[in-house]
């Protein structure tokens, strides 16, 4: 489980994270809408240590990120840019992704198959990533993500310029990792990812959480028929700063 109490983040003049609050729990994805510069991005990274919030708190499993080393061992985090090292294989970014993690030898190489079976790396897994799709380079940074077995994921954007079938094959991880009961935070501009992935969604504007529900109370909130109308009533046209 997953817990913001009132994060602020601040970039000179701009507040990018205006007080947001949210529960992601276990067994249901979570989805973080809103448009671009809504303050999504900064809010994961907040989350997942790469950035220090300026006030607010921040839980994982009950676990305060004033710990990091605990709560990193219990994150899979999939960021906006993938950071692979174009020189190194598939398998090697995989790998040392779970040596990180302090996984013992035999149990490493044997998750690396399971993630090389479920995403179909199988062609790819030993070339080097430099001349990798944008499709083939997320399943990477996925797999890379989730060797360790984490119970919570973050998810930035996960599908974001992929063809329909890494599109699919994405999908299809984010069910399988509902179905496990772990806890997934689904970060999205794109309403049909959201309408076909998300239990619940937490819609931010302007750095703030504007709505907080499932798709049916977002409708019945705003008196919308459709998820973008109801998008759109919540956000404005300015939604983003």
């Known amino acids: 489980m997953i817990r913001t109490e009132n994060l602020q983040k601040r970039f000179g003049t701009v507040k990018a994270v205006d007080g947001v609050s949210f529960t992601a729990p276990d067994g249901i994805v979570t989805g973080l809408l809103g448009p671009n510069g809504a303050g999504k991005t900064t809010t994961l990274r907040m989350i997942y240590g790469l950035m220090k919030p300026d006030a607010g708190a921040i839980s994982i499993d009950n676990t305060s990120v004033t710990d990091p080393l605990l709560v990193q061992s219990r994150l899979g985090v999939l960021p906006d840019q993938s950071g692979l090292y174009p020189r190194l294989t598939a398998r090697e970014h995989i790998r040392y992704f779970g040596q990180l993690q302090g996984l013992a030898a035999d149990e490493l190489e044997s998750r690396i198959e399971q993630w090389v079976r479920i995403l179909d790396l199988k062609s790819v897994i030993d070339r080097r990533v430099g001349g990798f799709s944008h499709g083939e380079r997320t399943k990477v940074a996925m797999a890379r993500a989730l060797v360790h077995d ?7 954007e996960p599908t974001n310029g992929l063809d329909v079938m890494s599109t699919r094959a994405v999908r299809d ?9 772990k806890c997934i935070l689904f970060s999205s501009h794109v309403m049909q990812e959201v309408s076909a992935l998300c239990d619940r969604i937490v819609v931010i504007g302007k750095g703030r959480v504007v709505a907080d529900g499932t798709a049916e109370d977002l409708l019945a909130m705003t008196g919308k028929e459709t998820l973008e109308d109801a998008f759109v009533n919540l956000v404005g046209e300015g939604g983003a700063e």
Do not use: F, M, S, T
């Not at 984490?150 to 998810?155: G, H, K, R, S």
């Open 173 to 181: 991880v984010i069910r399988h990792l509902r179905e496990q009961g």
């Open 150 to 156: 984490p119970q919570n994921i973050l998810l930035d």
